[in-house]
């Protein structure tokens, strides 16, 4: 570590991990980019993570910030706050990192002067053996040159995962890139996710994975009342991102739209059934305002999509029930579903579209 500080930290947010959490830290102590300083915010652990933690701090890269339980927000802002390198990355402290993952990042950073490094990752299970499937998320056409997010804004209807890049410090503090700070809430990557490409004009994406993100550790549903309605207020959060910056809204606001379109009926699938309808009817109310203010761009929404909300709009209950006698929210009782609004065409344009969509990625 130099004497100006060091080149990377990464924040690694820690509650009770005690499983997964000494495979996380060793990856980090373990990369070939050795000038790093590691943050563990430690949110009021009551298993054995911080005495994990402690087994590290022997290597003076590595420091500990101790705080009662207030959620991953407020942990990762104070991250960002105690952070004294030039570029901050973040990793998830249920996940691991490949012994390159800062040094490839970095090298993409320094060459393009980029304020953001987005990499790839794979999906990670370690039970009942392990195996690990690249995501997929930076298709050929993005990659390996100097983008700006606003003006191909497709990194914006992709997959969040903050934890598989690289971020230039001062770009965060100016432009005020924090987390929302709700505690014991679920879905605040979307809105940092939303400031970054909100924000970003010099971007690098890379094709490679470097981080594997664990899927052992993944709930299939939501449960909890206090949860059903976060991915909302992250949605709030980017509302008043771009009220403040209405030269940025002018052009951002259909693109935030589409973008809450696509949270809302990935939230609406993982909800017990209980919560759903509820939830739907808040989604039809919501958009209903949004298409009166004008703010909704069609053109951007698939045309499956388009018949869904419309559905939606036009009756949350008919729609919910609709779904429901399709069989669920899986993929044939998916295509069940589209075949019943749309009939065979509708199901054949869609098989089209995703299947030219998939040529378009791979070539």
Same mark, same amino acid.
């Given at each position: 570590?130099?004497?100006?500080?060091?080149?990377?930290?990464?924040? &690694?947010?820690?509650?009770?991990?005690?499983?997964?959490?000494?495979?996380?830290?060793?990856?980090? /102590? +373990?990369?070939?980019?050795?000038?790093?300083?590691?943050?563990?915010?430690?949110?009021?652990?009551?298993?054995?993570? /911080?005495?994990?933690?402690?087994?590290?701090?022997?290597?003076?890269? #590595? =420091?500990?910030? $101790?705080?009662?339980?207030?959620?991953?927000?407020?942990?990762?802002?104070?991250?960002?706050?105690?952070? /004294?390198? /030039?570029?901050?990355?973040?990793?998830?402290?249920?996940?691991? &990192?490949?012994?390159?993952?800062?040094?490839?990042?970095?090298?993409?950073?320094?060459?393009?002067?980029?304020?953001?490094?987005?990499? $790839? #990752?794979? *999906?990670?299970?370690?039970?009942?053996?392990?195996?690990? !499937?690249?995501?997929?998320?930076?298709?050929?056409?993005?990659?390996?040159?100097?983008?700006?997010?606003?003006?191909?804004?497709?990194?914006?209807?992709?997959?969040? +995962?903050?934890?598989?890049?690289?971020?230039?410090?001062?770009?965060?503090?100016?432009?005020?890139?924090?987390?929302?700070?709700?505690?014991?809430?679920?879905?605040? %990557?979307?809105?940092?996710?939303?400031?970054?490409?909100?924000?970003?004009?010099?971007?690098?994406?890379?094709?490679?994975?470097?981080?594997?993100? =664990?899927?052992?550790? !993944?709930? +299939?549903?939501?449960?909890?009342?206090?949860?059903?309605?976060?991915?909302?207020?992250?949605?709030?959060?980017?509302?008043?991102?771009?009220?403040?910056?209405?030269?940025?809204?002018? @052009?951002?606001?259909?693109? !935030?739209?589409?973008?809450?379109? %696509?949270?809302?009926?990935?939230? @609406?699938?993982?909800?017990?059934?209980? *919560?759903?309808?509820? #939830?739907?009817?808040?989604?039809?109310?919501?958009?209903?305002?949004?298409?009166?203010?004008?703010?909704?761009?069609?053109?951007? #929404?698939?045309?499956?999509?388009?018949?869904?909300?419309?559905?939606?709009?036009? +009756?949350?209950?008919?729609?919910?029930?609709?779904?429901?006698?399709?069989?669920?929210?899986?993929?044939?009782?998916?295509?069940?579903? @589209?075949?019943?609004?749309?009939?065979?065409?509708?199901?054949?344009?869609?098989?089209? =579209?995703?299947?030219?969509?998939?040529?378009?990625? $791979?070539?």
């Amino acid at each position: 570590m130099n004497d100006v500080g060091p080149e990377i930290t990464v924040l &690694i947010p820690i509650f009770n991990v005690e499983r997964y959490l000494a495979k996380c830290l060793e990856s980090v /102590r +373990s990369q070939t980019f050795a000038n790093f300083e590691a943050i563990c915010i430690n949110d009021g652990s009551t298993d054995r993570s /911080r005495e994990i933690i402690g087994a590290f701090l022997g290597d003076s890269r #590595f =420091r500990v910030i $101790d705080k009662p339980n207030s959620g991953y927000g407020a942990s990762m802002n104070r991250g960002l706050d105690a952070a /004294r390198g /030039r570029y901050v990355a973040i990793v998830e402290s249920d996940d691991y &990192i490949e012994p390159n993952a800062l040094e490839a990042m970095h090298a993409a950073a320094e060459t393009c002067e980029a304020e953001v490094v987005k990499a $790839d #990752f794979f *999906f990670y299970w370690s039970q009942p053996h392990e195996r690990n !499937e690249k995501f997929g998320l930076i298709k050929p056409r993005m990659a390996n040159r100097i983008v700006n997010p606003q003006q191909e804004t497709e990194i914006f209807y992709l997959k969040p +995962s903050i934890w598989s890049a690289l971020y230039l410090t001062s770009f965060l503090r100016k432009n005020d890139i924090r987390f929302l700070e709700t505690p014991g809430a679920s879905y605040q %990557d979307a809105g940092f996710n939303f400031k970054v490409w909100a924000s970003a004009i010099k971007a690098v994406y890379l094709p490679e994975a470097y981080l594997h993100y =664990r899927q052992d550790n !993944e709930t +299939s549903s939501v449960n909890s009342p206090g949860k059903v309605y976060c991915v909302c207020d992250e949605y709030q959060e980017m509302d008043r991102y771009l009220d403040a910056r209405p030269e940025k809204k002018a @052009y951002l606001k259909p693109v !935030e739209m589409k973008m809450k379109y %696509d949270s809302y009926m990935w939230n @609406y699938e993982r909800l017990s059934a209980e *919560f759903q309808m509820e #939830f739907l009817e808040r989604m039809s109310r919501e958009f209903k305002e949004h298409m009166a203010e004008g703010l909704v761009d069609l053109d951007l #929404f698939e045309p499956w999509k388009i018949l869904d909300l419309q559905m939606i709009l036009k +009756s949350p209950k008919r729609y919910h029930m609709h779904r429901v006698s399709s069989g669920g929210v899986g993929g044939f009782s998916k295509a069940i579903h @589209y075949l019943r609004i749309g009939g065979l065409p509708l199901a054949l344009k869609i098989a089209k =579209r995703k299947y030219f969509a998939k040529e378009q990625e $791979d070539a």
